[in-house]
């Protein structure tokens, strides 16, 4: 799974073949969840040590490392993940790297992270610290798809009828899906509230068949045998 | 076919115009891998153990699985056009199949969708696929006989109507072929069979349905088939799928039914390949934990279910139907206890014009014959032993007996049926008692003569009397019989009616005789059909009758001959 490009979810909101190719993300290697949340809650807190406003800032700061550098250089996290280098010269490498350009928590997540061989659930453990955060500060992601471009008021008037029914600070993320035909789609977590024409039409359709069926087999019958 | 198509226009009209669209709420996941008919998947975190989820192509899936970060699904279905981040969407509904009469008849898949290329299954009555047994209060004790039409099963291992009896054997014993002749059997007696074919090769199950509907057996039985290419959780689901078919019988309409799993083995091979793939821990013979529930639940199903009563006016005739609000007093009364309570009822309330009666949707029954293929003989494996222990009895096909021209193959010796007999008209009881005693004593004394010893006449009597029955026990395939063929003819070979005719030709006897009884004793048959015992007048007409037959007989060999082909001539005098 981990070898497969990392292609997040975000960027299928333009991406013209997004309908082409359903086969979205990879989304996490389920292998190791609860490595990943003892080190997200670790670093959770002790960025929050510092204040709300700290979490926000090493966080930033983290997904910029995973980001500019990691994902840009391969090589550098090869080096990183190899066990052919030592855990101290990598945290060398990591404190000249990084020294004075990053707070003090994150360079200390990225060492400790280091000395117990765990850099390779760098990326998991940041986006699960940041839905930490998002948990904590009442922060839905809200996935919302329409037919046509969301913009201005409509959007506003969308996010702010959002945060009264979830009764939580909504992060919308608009998404663009023209064979909705119109009416629009909201994702929730795992839940999916589908207000479409497409999904309208769907229920028709199914309703006509499922319901229909026997009615017009037995009027047919009916007609078929009184003939 | 004429109908109009303004008529159906109308209705799609007016369902167009009174449709209310909601919002649709729904649960959804993603695909985090899939192969081998499971797919372990991302999100659907609100789904239920069994829920049935829907992925892009329109295949479904079972969550099996519930995991902290993951929900492990079996795809029942095509799962080669299934990819990984594909979205799987929550239905909220237990898996689910159609039932109901528009199913007699067909071949279907588990999933009840024909595959006998006749049309759609249109039904509006639908079952879950697992759905639990009934109680102790709901049934009632199996007494009402099985026929399989086999003379070795019915006399001396018979099988009551709500019973388990399992068919055991190696490959290539004859293990279907009693199922077959069993459904063959069934033909006018109100009984709906399903015939449930678990990894059997398309061809065997295409021969089957032929063999099904060139003896009119289709007319009363419902196919349902998971071939040997289906998926692992397609063969695992089918004996649940056709057993909901048979319970929509028993349930809704009080009929007797018939299940076959033919086999059971294979069931528990499926359930293995999905569990180990699933990564639950392997147990004996790396079969998951819960495989001796798998089946336990499955055969827990059937049932006799219990009679229920109401007190209706003496006017109702017998064929109305009578439910349970037909009722004068609107109380049902539930089983032996039920009965009591309303003969009661009826004594002290209702002195005049009333009686009870059975509601026609009550005591309706499902009997289930697993099958399950040893090999080697080895009864002792996991699942035979498992199988063995849950079902009320055993019928053990033997493949000595088999390639010895003992067809049936059944092993009179250690095939049992708990239930006993019960399950067995009087006649069939009175006759059997003393045939499966016989038999023992026989292939006691045939390893003794063996020896080359000399017997005494009792015993050369009793040998010849036990070759003569192995004999009569032998019967061909898709050639079940009446019960009250098999007890004339029994009778006729236990008290020595056959003593005088050659062992090779004890079946052409037996066929003649029935020839005879069937069309110049008609009158005799019908009588001992209704009577259902040997009463004296029947016993004594039955004599009469065979002393006649006797008397048309005309052996193939001369009375020497006859005398020579006996195996070990005993001298006059001796």
Request: hydrophobic fraction near 40%.
């Amino acid at each position: 799974m981990s070898d497969s490009p990392s292609k997040s979810t975000s960027g299928t909101a333009n991406d013209p073949n997004a309908a082409a190719h359903p086969r979205a993300a990879t989304i996490f290697d389920e292998s190791n969840t609860e490595v990943v949340a003892a080190y997200s809650q670790a670093l959770a807190a002790a960025a929050e040590a510092g204040g709300p406003a700290a979490l926000d800032d090493v966080l930033d700061e983290l997904a910029a490392v995973q980001a500019e550098v990691f994902e840009k250089s391969p090589s550098f996290t090869a080096l990183l993940n190899s066990p052919l280098v030592q855990p101290s010269e990598k945290d060398d490498l990591l404190r000249r790297a990084f020294e004075g350009k990053l707070s003090v928590v994150a360079l200390n997540t990225l060492r400790v992270m280091n000395r117990h061989g765990r850099i390779g659930l760098f990326a998991a453990v940041v986006a699960e610290a940041a839905s930490i955060r998002d948990r904590r500060r009442n922060r839905r992601a809200v996935v919302v798809r329409t037919a046509v471009p969301l913009e201005g008021p409509l959007l506003d008037a969308v996010r702010a009828r959002l945060a009264v029914l979830l009764q939580a600070d909504p992060i919308v993320r608009c998404e663009v899906d023209a064979s909705l035909l119109g009416g629009l789609v909201v994702q929730v977590g795992d839940l999916v509230y589908d207000a479409s024409l497409r999904g309208r039409l769907e229920q028709l359709r199914h309703r006509l068949i499922e319901g229909k069926t026997h009615e017009i087999q037995s009027r047919r019958d009916h007609f078929s045998h009184s003939a | 076919m004429k109908f109009r198509a303004d008529e159906i226009t109308s209705v799609i009209q007016r369902e167009i115009e009174h449709f209310e669209a909601e919002v649709a709420r729904t649960e959804v996941g993603l695909v985090l891998n899939v192969g081998d008919g499971i797919a372990l998947v991302h999100g659907l975190s609100g789904v239920m153990a069994g829920e049935m989820v829907l992925f892009e192509n329109g295949v479904r899936g079972l969550a099996f699985n519930l995991e902290e970060a993951s929900v492990g699904v079996i795809i029942l279905g095509d799962f080669t056009t299934i990819h990984e981040g594909e979205k799987v969407t929550a239905t909220g509904k237990l898996l689910r199949v159609p039932v109901g009469e528009a199913l007699v008849g067909r071949v279907v898949n588990p999933l009840g969708e024909p595959i006998d290329n006749k049309g759609p299954v249109i039904t509006q009555f639908s079952r879950l696929v697992e759905s639990v047994a009934p109680g102790i209060v709901d049934r009632q004790p199996v007494d009402e006989p099985m026929q399989t039409g086999i003379k070795a099963i019915d006399s001396m291992t018979p099988i009551g109507r709500g019973q388990r009896e399992l068919i055991i054997g190696d490959r290539k014993t004859g293990k279907t072929a009693i199922a077959i002749d069993t459904i063959l059997n069934q033909k006018g007696t109100g009984v709906i069979c399903v015939y449930v074919a678990i990894a059997q090769k398309e061809s065997t199950t295409a021969g089957l349905v032929d063999v099904l509907h060139r003896y009119g057996a289709m007319d009363y039985t419902i196919v349902v088939a998971a071939g040997a290419s289906d998926p692992a959780p397609l063969q695992y689901i089918a004996p649940y799928a056709g057993c909901s078919m048979a319970e929509y019988f028993m349930y809704e309409k009080g009929m007797p039914t018939l299940c076959v799993y033919d086999d059971l083995s294979k069931q528990a091979v499926a359930y293995r390949e999905l569990s180990l793939l699933l990564r639950r821990p392997p147990g004996r013979e790396a079969f998951p934990g819960d495989i001796f529930y798998a089946h336990s639940r499955l055969l827990e199903r059937s049932a006799k279910l219990a009679n229920k009563y109401v007190i209706v006016p003496a006017a109702t005739s017998e064929s109305e139907t009578i439910d349970e609000k037909s009722g004068v007093n609107g109380k049902v009364y539930l089983g032996v206890p039920g009965a009591e309570e309303a003969k009661h009822e009826l004594e002290s309330h209702y002195k005049e014009g009333h009686k009870i009666a059975k509601t026609t949707t009550s005591g309706g029954s499902l009997t289930a014959l697993p099958l399950i293929e040893t090999l080697e003989g080895e009864v002792s494996a996991y699942i035979p032993t498992n199988v063995i222990s849950i079902t009320d009895g055993q019928i053990y096909l033997q493949p000595d007996l088999f390639f010895a021209g003992v067809r049936p193959a059944v092993d009179v010796g250690i095939s049992v049926s708990r239930v006993g007999g019960k399950a067995q008209i009087p006649a069939m009881k009175k006759v059997a008692g003393g045939l499966r005693l016989d038999l023992a004593a026989f292939r006691e004394l045939e390893a003794f003569a063996q020896l080359g010893t000399e017997l005494d006449k009792a015993t050369q009597m009793q040998l010849d009397r036990g070759r003569r029955m192995v004999e009569l026990l032998k019967q061909p395939q898709y050639g079940p019989l009446h019960v009250a063929d098999q007890v004339c003819v029994i009778y006729a070979g236990s008290e020595g009616w056959l003593d005088e005719v050659p062992v090779k030709e004890v079946q052409r006897w037996e066929s003649e005789f029935l020839d005879f009884l069937r069309n110049h004793k008609a009158a005799f048959r019908d009588k001992l059909i209704a009577e259902k015992k040997l009463s004296d007048p029947i016993v004594t007409e039955l004599k009469a009758v065979l002393g006649e037959f006797k008397q048309r007989y005309k052996s193939a060999t001369s009375p020497a001959e006859a005398l020579a082909s006996k195996p070990k001539p005993v001298p006059a005098g001796a």
